[in-house]
């Protein structure tokens, strides 16, 4: 975006102040409602003052361009990308370029077909309900410069918040439903980015043209019946929640000295934005219902996401805030109603809540407390991705049982061509007869996790050799492991190639539960063309098995049962029972594995006051006869 410099008009004023001059508002002091929009009417209108001076003074319609193009004028952009073209708040990207820009006085309308081809003076108090009379139509503090087609698509209608936009400018601006409560005709709504300037340039049009306001004003969806009101309550209720919402920018500063030096007057709501709430009062101090239906899912060691239902408000919804054990976390907008909760720590009790605040600020009702425990952290039995040959038979070793063909490692062809292990029954370009197997180098013990899961990724090409995933807890890593019993590898079923073309043929097995599967096993991929099939080129990559470790169920050797109760606590008593006697060893520790209290006893039945303790989880160690039983205890 180039800089375009032109020559402009000097406008020479009475007066010559950057800001208010000192006792300009003096008039207004200690006054509210009515009563204080009267006096403030008497500041910035255009009739002479005691001293004969006038305030408001009416420049023409014509003069708008130049007082846009002056310097500091606030309507060059000097704001985002400090280029000197026209700020267009119906066009300016607040975060990013613009689909297009302009330069004072060269690109003014005009004729325009499109959006991007020339700009012109918007008028935010629509000419048809003031009937295009002046001083009104030359205002500067309400007519400020926009595309023209875009200020032909915005027409008439007055400012809301849109559903189902039937047009959208090339910044956002849209136009359409209203949602805002109190009307659902059509409206334009700018982006956020201007809303609090718009707000706050109708509003001055409602306190300076009080006086001017008659019966052949065009009564319509926002003008009220009468002139102290001036616009009905809802648009007033918009009007103000967009001035909280979007506070005083130094844009708005800028152009409010900017028409102070053009025409003479200011707009007191940019000097004293509280001036709005003590003239019409707060319109909202009704806070949201609270969130409703707060839920938990997708429940991990280390991450939890949580749901609710929309909260209510008679305005509308600014944000939510979601709260963790009694602190605030994170802010979200309206529109999302989840959050994933990240970077917890596993087998501990969180506690959550989420509020609801409206576009006045105010702040619902928590929602109902919502407890939820982290899982045991997740644990990985075997990993192994084949990108180190030299590690891999740390892992898996090769077994095979007809031929000196076996598993070999490969350079490509794993997945996203990485390295990966490789099976193909051809030697000399002739297919021989091969029985091959790809076992893990020790067994596995699935008796200390549970929820076990098995991934992998497999390429197949040529062929109709059946590639199988078995284990065993009879093989002891010697002899052949034909000689042992075998199972499939319970919900794994790896397809054959479907055509034997030399086609590369894709599986990949993701998170499935082998849960079935228990004690210490070996677990193989088998090749087998003894039978007869036609040889498969089999590649394996990125192979996986993780589980979580058992704590609170844990199955001991010595069948120690332990019941404790009530789990959580609602009270400062705990209860254990023991279906064995002898001395028993009771361990208290909190998740950073301190001790806490440490107790022996001989009794079947035990009772433990932990009053002493404040409420949240706890890990309890239960030793007897050399082994121990860990149980999660949650104290409320």
Same mark, same amino acid.
């Given at each position: ?62 003069? @708008? ?6 310097? !500091? ?16 708040? +119906? ?9 297009? !820009? ?8 005009? =004729? ?11 008028? @935010? ?30 027409? %008439?209608?007055?400012?809301?918040? /849109? ?14 439903? =209203? ?15 201007? *809303? ?28 009220? !019946? ?91 919804? #600014? ?70 040959? !030299? ?14 063909? =076996? ?58 050799? *059946? ?15 034909? %000689? ?22 894709? +599986? ?12 210490? /096993? ?21 192979? @996986? ?21 009530? %789990?959580?606590?609602? %009270? ?15 361990? /208290? ?27 949240? =989880?706890?890990?309890?160690?239960? *030793?007897? #006869? ?11």
């Amino acid at each position: 975006m180039k800089q375009y410099i032109f020559p402009f008009f000097l406008f020479a004023f009475c007066f010559s102040y950057a800001q208010a001059p000192t006792g300009y508002y003096n008039s207004a002091e200690g006054l509210s409602g009515y009563q204080l929009k009267t006096a403030l009417i008497s500041i910035i209108d255009d009739i002479d003052d005691e001293n004969g001076q006038s305030h408001h003074q009416d420049q023409g319609y014509n003069a @708008l361009f130049s007082a846009y193009a002056s310097e !500091n004028s606030g309507d060059t952009d000097d704001y985002f990308e400090n280029d000197g073209t026209v700020l267009d708040i +119906y066009s300016e990207v607040a975060n990013g370029s613009e689909a297009y !820009n302009y330069e004072h006085v060269l690109n003014q309308c005009g =004729n325009y077909n499109n959006e991007g081809d020339c700009y012109n003076r918007e008028h @935010l108090v629509p000419q048809s309900i003031f009937n295009s009379a002046s001083p009104m139509r030359n205002d500067y503090f309400h007519v400020v410069p926009t595309d023209g087609a875009v200020n032909g698509a915005r027409g %008439n209608y007055p400012f809301g918040e /849109v559903s189902n936009p039937n047009y959208i400018s090339s910044n956002g601006s849209k136009r359409g439903e =209203n949602k805002f409560p109190g009307y659902s005709g059509t409206v334009f709504e700018p982006i956020d980015e201007f *809303k609090g300037d718009i707000a706050r340039s109708v509003l001055y049009f409602a306190i300076r043209y009080e006086d001017e306001f008659n019966n052949s004003w065009k009564t319509n969806e926002v003008l009220a !019946n009468n002139p102290q009101d001036f616009f009905v309550d809802w648009y007033i209720d918009l009007l103000l929640s967009w001035h909280v919402s979007d506070p005083v920018s130094q844009r708005e500063i800028d152009r409010n000295n900017n028409g102070f030096q053009y025409q003479g007057n200011r707009n007191p709501l940019i000097d004293h934005p509280q001036f709005a709430y003590e003239i019409w009062g707060d319109p909202d101090n009704l806070p949201p219902t609270a969130p409703q239906n707060l839920q938990a899912s997708n429940i991990k060691d280390s991450s939890i996401n949580i749901t609710w239902n929309p909260s209510q408000d008679n305005v509308g919804i #600014e944000k939510y805030i979601v709260e963790l054990d009694n602190i605030n976390l994170v802010e979200v907008s309206s529109q999302t109603l989840n959050y994933t909760v990240q970077e917890l720590s596993p087998e501990r009790l969180y506690n959550f809540r989420v509020y609801a605040v409206d576009k006045s600020g105010n702040v619902s009702d928590p929602s109902e407390n919502l407890e939820v425990v982290t899982l045991s952290e997740s644990n990985i039995l075997l990993k192994e991705d084949f990108e180190n040959c !030299n590690t891999v038979a740390g892992n898996l070793v090769s077994v095979s049982e007809v031929n000196d063909i =076996n598993w070999k490692c490969i350079d490509n062809y794993g997945e996203d061509n990485t390295q990966g292990y490789q099976m193909n029954a051809y030697q000399n370009n002739e297919q021989v007869l091969s029985r091959d197997w790809l076992i893990t180098s020790d067994k596995i013990d699935f008796g200390n996790y549970e929820v076990e899961k098995i991934s992998f990724w497999a390429s197949a090409s040529f062929g109709n050799t *059946k590639l199988q995933l078995l284990y065993s807890s009879s093989y002891d890593g010697n002899g052949n492991p034909s %000689n042992f019993d075998w199972q499939e590898i319970p919900n794994v079923d790896i397809p054959l190639h479907p055509d034997s073309s030399n086609n590369l043929f894709v +599986y990949k097995a993701n998170k499935i539960d082998i849960s079935e599967i228990s004690g210490e /096993v070996y677990i193989a991929f088998k090749y087998d063309t003894a039978t007869g099939e036609n040889a498969t080129k089999w590649t394996v990559d990125n192979f @996986l098995i993780e589980g979580e470790q058992l704590l609170s169920n844990f199955t001991f050797r010595d069948k120690l049962e332990v019941l404790l109760y009530p %789990n959580p606590s609602k %009270n400062d008593k705990i209860h254990l029972d023991f279906n064995k006697g002898g001395v028993k060893t009771i361990e /208290v520790y909190d998740l950073n594995g301190r001790l806490l209290l440490k107790r022996r006893t001989y009794l079947k039945n035990y009772a433990e006051n932990l009053s002493q303790f404040q409420s949240g =989880n706890y890990l309890m160690k239960i *030793k007897h #006869e050399g082994v121990s039983q860990i149980k999660r205890l949650v104290l409320k």
